[in-house]
């Protein structure tokens, strides 16, 4: 097993070198993805690249959003030759320590998607919890599971050949802030396992947000909608699999 850390980078770039000092001591690859970052995002981002040896800068001319940054680094994981690949935000609001627990939980299981589920602080804005909460729910009925105790979360490990396969086979998955529930939701519907571990996310008063609360949430309902009419086509498939996990 050969693991990667996949960093997706827009607007983050003052954060980036505290990101990437938490990964390099695991000795690992870290594809830092630049999302067509302004001059000074850009800037920060080269600095961190000629830093740090295990850094692979992959460059995109212009921002395509997190699930199209998200397809490059996959694609680069894949050409390295990695097995698995540890996605994290560059905004550093993940607790780094958990590091470890979910290399080892994936090293349990190798087959499946190690994925955070956040462990809030009394911080948190309130509007996010129970928008999160509103869409955990939605992926509960579309996968009639609760395996994935959060769709949304930038923390978590993927076997890169099922990811791989799944982004070469639908080229419609979202390119932006859904892509994160799609392809994890995509990736249960075939078959992967997950495995859902908590997180603990920090909220800095002055943290800068890439979310745009229109056109965001209307991408995210529509990628519902795909997976609403997705999940009645798998409707018997996934009332066995429920069934067949329920009597172990």
């Known amino acids: 097993m050969t693991y990667g850390f996949i960093v997706p980078v827009y607007n983050h770039g003052s954060t980036l070198d505290f990101v990437v000092r938490q990964l390099v001591p695991y000795g690992f690859p870290v594809i830092v993805v630049d999302d067509g970052n302004d001059s000074e995002n850009r800037a920060?981002?080269?600095?961190?690249?000629?830093?740090?040896?295990?850094?692979?800068?992959?460059?995109?001319?212009?921002?395509?959003?997190?699930?199209?940054?998200?397809?490059?680094?996959?694609?680069?994981?894949?050409?390295?030759?990695?097995?698995?690949?540890?996605?994290?935000?560059?905004?550093?609001?993940?607790?780094?320590?958990?590091?470890s627990h979910f290399l080892e939980m994936s090293r349990k299981n190798p087959d499946a998607v190690i994925c955070g589920f956040p462990e809030y602080e009394e911080d948190a804005p309130l509007s996010r919890v129970k928008g999160r909460n509103i869409a955990n729910k939605w992926i509960h009925i579309v996968t009639l599971s609760d395996d994935i105790k959060d769709g949304m979360i930038g923390f978590r490990i993927y076997p890169v050949e099922p990811y791989y396969a799944l982004i070469r086979r639908h080229a419609f998955i979202d390119g932006r802030m859904g892509c994160d529930i799609e392809v994890l939701v995509r990736l249960f519907w075939a078959g992967v396992p997950v495995v859902s571990e908590s997180v603990k996310i920090n909220y800095p008063a002055d943290g800068i947000s890439n979310f745009h609360l229109v056109r965001d949430n209307i991408r995210i309902s529509l990628v519902y909608t795909r997976l609403c009419i997705g999940m009645i086509f798998r409707l018997p498939k996934l009332i066995f699999r429920n069934i067949r996990g329920r009597r172990r």
């Open 44 to 99: 920060y981002i080269s600095a961190v690249a000629a830093a740090y040896p295990q850094v692979v800068l992959v460059t995109r001319r212009k921002n395509g959003g997190k699930g199209k940054a998200l397809r490059d680094g996959v694609k680069k994981a894949y050409e390295l030759g990695l097995t698995h690949i540890f996605q994290i935000d560059s905004d550093g609001q993940h607790d780094t320590e958990r590091i």
